[in-house]
Nanobody
Framework: QVQLAESGGGLVQAGGSLRLSCTTSGLTFSVYDMAWFRQALGKEREFVSVSMRSGTTYYAGSVKGRFTIPRDNAKNTAFLQMNNLKPDDTAVYYC???????????????????WGQGTQVTVST
């Protein structure tokens, strides 16, 4: 049974940092693309970042230069390091895992078959 569990969310002031963790079980972590999405209140869920199994990373334009997505294959854990946070970063953050290769693009949430329950990040002014 595949399980993903996010942690590390919370309340932070603008300009601060948070590090989210996504701990996984039931899958061979190193062969999965691991992504982060977020959903703000009243908005659709949007792509944030992905760490491909190859090691390549991609970021949404809104977070590029502020967020990084390290992963620890030995600990089956993906991270989202968020620096210089802004109030617009307030959202529920979800991690997601994809095993399939081929069709689909990395920013499309339909590509990801496994999801965590989400963790709230709130950035105050």
């Amino acid at each position: 049974q595949v399980q993903l569990a996010e942690s590390g969310g919370g309340l932070v002031q603008a300009g601060g940092s948070l590090r989210l963790s996504c701990t996984t079980s039931g899958l061979t972590f190193s062969v999965y693309d691991m992504a982060w999405f977020r959903q703000a209140l009243g908005k659709e869920r949007e792509f944030v970042s992905v760490s491909m199994r190859s090691g390549t990373t991609y970021y949404a334009g809104s977070v590029k230069g502020r967020f990084t997505i390290p992963r620890d294959n030995a600990k089956n854990t993906a991270f989202l390091q968020m620096n210089n946070l802004k109030p617009d970063d307030t959202a529920v953050y979800y991690c997601a895992a994809n095993f399939a290769t081929g069709a689909g693009v990395y920013w499309d949430q339909r590509k990801y078959g496994y999801w965590g329950q989400g963790t709230q990040v709130t950035v105050s002014t």
